[in-house]
């Protein structure tokens, strides 16, 4: 069981950056592939970026490539997902996930049933 706490959302003006943090509860964090979502009102959840649990490998997707960075600090416990030229459609709830299937291929990381832990979520404004 692992319990994930998100930080680091706000209001932001468009062209803007915000470091959104993921703390993880529990001793073995980097035994967890870990990814980001979001959510806009009235839209479904959908996928962010992602990170395998050694760190090696990661993905995005189209609309973040490029200005999103995510990261993970195994030794803190924390996944990072650094944003950067933010626009007014990036607003929404944030949210971070953990998957516990070491056998997990990187392609289903995208895809939120892949993920076994969710954390509250963290709103990200970004204003015009």
């Known amino acids: 069981q692992v319990q994930l706490v998100e930080s680091g959302g706000g209001l932001v003006q468009a062209g803007g950056s915000l470091r959104l943090s993921c703390a993880a509860s529990?001793?073995?964090?980097?035994?967890?592939?870990m990814g980001w979502f979001r959510q806009a009102p009235g839209k479904e959840r959908e996928f962010v970026a992602a990170?395998?649990?050694?760190?090696?490998?990661?993905y995005y997707a189209d609309s973040v490539k490029g200005r999103f960075t995510i990261s993970r600090d195994n030794a803190k416990n924390t996944v990072y997902l650094q944003m950067n030229s933010l626009k007014p459609e990036d607003t929404a709830v944030y949210y971070c996930?953990?998957?516990?299937?070491?056998?997990?291929?990187?392609?289903?990381?995208?895809?939120?049933?892949?993920?076994?832990?969710w954390g509250q979520g963290t709103q990200v404004t970004v204003s015009s």
């Open positions: 990170v395998m649990r050694s760190g090696g490998s990661t």
């Open positions: 529990g001793r073995t964090f980097s035994n967890y592939n």
């Open positions: 996930a953990a998957d516990r299937d070491y056998l997990t291929l990187g392609v289903l990381l995208v895809s939120h049933t892949t993920y076994d832990y």
